[in-house]
């Protein structure tokens, strides 16, 4: 037979065929040019597939093939050996199958729990009734009014919220809907956590680098008592993975521009068994229906950023009205090390977004122009490719991205 007809015979390729015979395990005689499968041929690659079946490694199945080429296993020495090759195999392959059992059980025991995680009850969360007095109009300042309410003795989970000057705002699940929806074209909801698929694994170890200085500096705040503040979630969400590790006795206030978003974290962050007293609030404007001077902690990954896509100004001087003065900033900064393509790209595929966006420079000049001193900072390293990825689809490969984390104070703080 042909090295052709024996590919299709046996469905092996041309490729592996050659790749048996440049290694020694086939040796088929030639006619002319051409190599020919003959009956011993034949016999050798049908016992390289029975031995591959049984796990045999190429270099034990030579091995074995050796025996039956030297004596045809007449030897009664070489059947000896060959017995002991399949005694040792089947040992082996006990030994694994042992192993097997017990990673089996373990599987079962973390499937087990993940379907009985769908059965646990979910204890639903609303507007806490311990943070309406973070809000007022914000227009004229004054206390809202609430009506058509629908509550318990822990939380808001809708009404409607009025002020005399004409400003009102929805609760709806537990979410505060101002009247600021966004209305570009650009952005839209994230629901499905698109941004989070296909990331190398070499970027999220960049990402739980930037997580571990941010939750270490954080271990040293008492955040009891204190309002804390996240914005723009829709693309990264800090609190989201680590609110286990947050003080309960703190308030928080997560804000993005979709309602959508905000549902589903809020879903998402109840199913896990979260107990933050969180107000969520949707408004794509920096003018909150919030008391000003009343955050304590504002925190960032990749929100400075985030905000640059669509403005070409800096976050910190919109959020600083609502910021005491004594407020710190815990965050992680995404800047690019001469990334002249990646800006390119960024550019023309969001055309609003800031040409200063990825500028440590710009970035650390912003922070000091509003009023913050970064006393601890640490680059988390970098990487030259984020992958088929949608929330960095403009990163070009080769191009350094740094993940840059931080802590800053309000210069009144210093004084």
Not at 260 to 282: N, S
Request: glycine share 6%.
């Amino acid at each position: 037979m042909k090295i052709g007809e024996v590919s299709r015979k046996y469905g092996i390729s041309k490729d592996k065929l050659y790749f048996y015979m440049n290694s020694g395990l086939l040796v088929p005689p030639k006619q002319n040019t051409q190599y020919v499968f003959n009956a011993e041929t034949l016999s050798d690659l049908e016992r390289i597939l029975s031995l591959k079946a049984m796990d045999y490694s190429l270099k034990e199945i030579h091995h074995i093939l050796s025996l039956h080429r030297i004596s045809g296993i007449g030897n009664p020495q070489d059947r000896i050996e060959l017995r002991r090759i399949y005694q040792a195999k089947r040992a082996e392959i006990l030994s694994k199958q042992k192993s097997y059992e017990k990673i089996i059980k373990n599987l079962d025991l973390q499937i087990d729990a993940l379907s009985k995680e769908k059965d646990k009850p979910i204890k639903r969360s609303g507007l806490p009734l311990s943070m309406l007095d973070l809000l007022c109009c914000p227009h004229c300042g004054k206390d809202l009014q609430i009506t058509d309410v629908r509550m318990d003795m822990e939380f808001l989970y809708a009404g409607r919220l009025s002020c005399d000057c004409g400003y009102t705002a929805q609760i709806d699940d537990g979410i505060l809907i101002t009247p600021n929806g966004y209305r570009g074209e650009k952005d839209v909801p994230d629901v499905e956590r698109k941004v989070y698929k296909d990331l190398p694994d070499s970027l999220i170890s960049l990402f739980q680098r930037a997580y571990n200085f941010m939750g270490g500096a954080l271990t040293h705040m008492d955040l009891s008592g204190k309002v804390i503040m996240e914005t723009y979630v829709n693309a990264w969400f800090y609190l989201h993975n680590h609110h286990r590790n947050m003080s309960p006795g703190g308030k928080y206030i997560v804000v993005d521009k979709f309602p959508e978003t905000l549902h589903m974290f809020k879903d998402l962050l109840e199913r896990d068994g979260c107990r933050l007293p969180i107000l969520y609030l949707c408004d794509s404007s920096k003018n909150y229906p919030l008391r000003k001077g009343i955050v304590d902690l504002n925190l960032d990954f990749f929100a400075i950023n985030e905000h640059q896509f669509y403005r070409d100004d800096f976050l910190m001087p919109h959020l600083a009205p609502y910021l005491t003065q004594n407020a710190k900033c815990v965050g992680t900064y995404f800047w690019f090390e001469n990334g002249k393509q990646s800006m390119k790209k960024l550019l023309s595929e969001y055309p609003e977004c800031s040409p200063r966006n990825f500028s440590l420079p710009f970035f650390l000049a912003q922070m000091k122009a509003s009023g913050f001193t970064i006393v601890k900072r640490q680059d988390c390293g970098f990487t030259i490719s984020s992958g088929n990825n949608i929330g960095f689809s403009f990163h070009c490969e080769k191009e350094r991205m740094h993940l840059e984390s931080y802590v800053a104070v309000r210069e009144t703080a210093n004084k």
